[in-house]
């Protein structure tokens, strides 16, 4: 009695461990695998501290590409190869200055102001004109040429607070920045201030891309920080007719010559078909590392690699790894990703793009027809024991959108992304701001997720 007892006890275990899906076993290698590695997050910090200022065009930009090649054939992937783009060079030059004198009382005012990539310079002597202050276009229009004419236009419009989606509240300020200057001068303004495109209230400016019209005067462009601009706002307030200062030393240079970096892992049984997986190497180069956007996301493309490797998994279909370049500013590594896709007449199962912030992964949005979304959606109980519970239709990322009209679904990783917008586009964004598990969690999703994709399609 006693032998068939104590057998019961140690076959029960055994029972458990058999009974338990396959899949969930094969996913939960993936995430110890990841949270005791510290591979990525150590070559993370070689990548921010040795390329910070990796914004296309740059020689920190091709010092990545070389780098995070460099990274993949060390981790032994099947095949890594450049492939070679023309992109924007634009230089940002000493940095920028930014003040004004209150002319009630003299007192002078220092701001924190940094150059809108793509910007135009103003010259070794600056800018100095009355500003004005607007909230929206709409405000800019009822003005009109006579109010704004040969005056800076402050657009000062702050990020919604009570939305729980931060890249909604985003969005809705985003398009000041990137158009501002094009619609202040039409009505003759001679530069533009921007409050930073951030729900956080700091001493930073947040930069980005701005866009300019050919047919329409070009002016320069800075961001404020958001406490600057509180102030400046209320300095306004006191003195309506508030001269304002700012210097900037940027300019645009003929385009050359980069890359995107892209690793592979060959399928055992369909190496013709594809998973892409992919973060952006390029990076803002006003003091930050590029850390969270989007050090981070490259560093989990490759891996995804690594731990399937590290797994012994071996996938049906290649798994590829790509450091998209110029996500910043003309998105040009996307779309020759996307060309070249197209001239080689590719088969992409699904691409996957992780670029928003190094926080803990609450799940996956896709871009797909409802009945492949629909699919995807009955993988979100492999990864719910890991407090992901976000898989829903919605965005898959910037640099994968142009595999879009190749009919690809496209995933983006969803990240708890309250404080996304504290580092985005600033100097607060470095690496010391990366939580290593909340790093490999998302490493370990996204490897969960091309793990499914690969067994059972899309």
């Given at each position: 009695?006693?032998?068939?007892?104590?057998?019961?006890?140690?076959?029960?275990?055994?029972?458990?461990?058999?009974?338990?899906?396959?899949?969930?076993?094969?996913?939960?290698?993936?995430?110890?695998?990841?949270?005791?590695?510290?591979?990525?997050?150590?070559?993370?910090?070689?990548?921010?501290?040795?390329?910070?200022?990796?914004?296309?065009?740059?020689?920190?930009?091709?010092?990545?590409?070389?780098?995070?090649?460099?990274?993949?054939?060390?981790?032994?992937?099947?095949?890594?190869?450049?492939?070679?783009l023309m992109v924007p060079h634009w230089i940002r030059g000493e940095k920028e200055t930014s003040g004004c004198t209150l002319m009630k009382t003299g007192a002078k005012y220092i701001?924190?102001?940094?150059?809108?990539?793509?910007?135009?310079?103003?010259?070794?002597?600056?800018?100095?004109?009355?500003?004005?202050?607007?909230?929206?276009?709409?405000?800019?229009?009822?003005?009109?040429?006579?109010?704004?004419?040969?005056?800076?236009?402050?657009?000062?419009?702050?990020?919604?607070?009570?939305?729980?989606?931060?890249?909604?509240?985003?969005?809705?300020?985003?398009?000041?920045?990137?158009?501002?200057?094009?619609?202040?001068?039409?009505?003759?303004?001679?530069?533009?201030?921007?409050?930073?495109?951030?729900?956080?209230?700091?001493?930073?400016?947040?930069?980005?891309?701005?866009?300019?019209?050919?047919?329409?005067?070009?002016?320069?462009?800075?961001?404020?920080?958001?406490?600057?601009?509180?102030?400046?706002?209320?300095?306004?307030?006191?003195?309506?007719?508030?001269?304002?200062?700012?210097?900037?030393?940027?300019?645009?240079?003929?385009?050359?010559?980069?890359?995107?970096?892209?690793?592979?892992?060959?399928?055992?049984?369909?190496?013709?078909?594809?998973?892409?997986?992919?973060?952006?190497?390029?990076?803002?180069?006003?003091?930050?590392?590029?850390?969270?956007?989007?050090?981070?996301?490259?560093?989990?493309?490759?891996?995804?690699?690594?731990?399937?490797?590290?797994?012994?998994?071996?996938?049906?279909?290649?798994?590829?790894?790509?450091?998209?370049?110029?996500?910043?500013?003309?998105?040009?590594?996307?779309?020759?990703?996307?060309?070249?896709?197209?001239?080689?007449?590719?088969?992409?199962?699904?691409?996957?793009?992780?670029?928003?912030?190094?926080?803990?992964?609450?799940?996956?949005?896709?871009?797909?027809?409802?009945?492949?979304?629909?699919?995807?959606?009955?993988?979100?109980?492999?990864?719910?024991?890991?407090?992901?519970?976000?898989?829903?239709?919605?965005?898959?990322?910037?640099?994968?959108?142009?595999?879009?009209?190749?009919?690809?679904?496209?995933?983006?990783?969803?990240?708890?992304?309250?404080?996304?917008?504290?580092?985005?586009?600033?100097?607060?964004?470095?690496?010391?701001?990366?939580?290593?598990?909340?790093?490999?969690?998302?490493?370990?999703?996204?490897?969960?997720?091309?793990?499914?994709?690969?067994?059972?399609?899309?």
């Amino acid at each position: 009695m006693k032998t068939i007892f104590f057998s019961i006890i140690f076959i029960l275990p055994l029972m458990s461990v058999f009974s338990q899906d396959v899949d969930s076993v094969q996913i939960k290698k993936f995430f110890d695998d990841a949270l005791n590695s510290k591979i990525s997050y150590n070559n993370l910090s070689k990548l921010c501290k040795e390329t910070a200022g990796r914004i296309c065009g740059t020689q920190k930009s091709l010092d990545a590409v070389y780098f995070t090649k460099k990274m993949m054939e060390e981790l032994k992937f099947d095949t890594v190869y450049l492939q070679e783009l023309m992109v924007p060079h634009w230089i940002r030059g000493e940095k920028e200055t930014s003040g004004c004198t209150l002319m009630k009382t003299g007192a002078k005012y220092i701001f924190n102001v940094s150059a809108l990539g793509m910007s135009i310079g103003t010259g070794k002597k600056g800018i100095t004109a009355e500003i004005i202050e607007v909230k929206s276009f709409d405000d800019l229009k009822a003005l009109g040429e006579k109010e704004v004419s040969g005056k800076i236009v402050f657009f000062n419009k702050e990020a919604e607070q009570s939305y729980v989606l931060t890249f909604r509240a985003y969005g809705e300020i985003a398009g000041f920045r990137s158009r501002g200057a094009i619609e202040a001068a039409k009505y003759g303004a001679v530069g533009v201030v921007v409050r930073s495109a951030t729900l956080a209230h700091d001493e930073y400016p947040h930069t980005g891309v701005m866009r300019y019209d050919e047919n329409i005067k070009k002016i320069p462009a800075v961001a404020i920080a958001t406490n600057h601009a509180d102030t400046l706002s209320m300095l306004l307030k006191k003195d309506k007719k508030l001269i304002f200062h700012f210097k900037t030393n940027c300019e645009t240079k003929e385009d050359v010559k980069s890359y995107n970096v892209i690793g592979e892992f060959c399928g055992s049984a369909y190496p013709d078909e594809f998973i892409t997986v992919g973060g952006h190497i390029d990076a803002w180069d006003n003091g930050g590392e590029g850390a969270h956007d989007d050090g981070c996301g490259c560093m989990q493309a490759m891996e995804v690699i690594r731990i399937f490797k590290a797994c012994g998994f071996k996938p049906k279909r290649t798994i590829r790894a790509v450091m998209f370049m110029d996500e910043e500013i003309a998105q040009r590594g996307g779309r020759k990703y996307a060309e070249e896709a197209v001239r080689k007449n590719e088969k992409h199962i699904a691409a996957i793009e992780s670029d928003a912030g190094c926080m803990s992964p609450r799940g996956f949005s896709m871009d797909a027809g409802i009945d492949t979304v629909n699919k995807f959606i009955q993988f979100k109980k492999y990864f719910e024991p890991y407090g992901m519970y976000e898989f829903r239709k919605g965005y898959g990322g910037v640099d994968i959108s142009f595999l879009k009209k190749n009919g690809t679904p496209l995933i983006g990783l969803m990240t708890d992304n309250q404080r996304y917008f504290d580092f985005h586009h600033c100097a607060f964004d470095t690496f010391d701001k990366i939580n290593r598990r909340e790093m490999q969690m998302g490493s370990a999703a996204i490897a969960g997720l091309v793990y499914l994709i690969d067994k059972y399609g899309l």
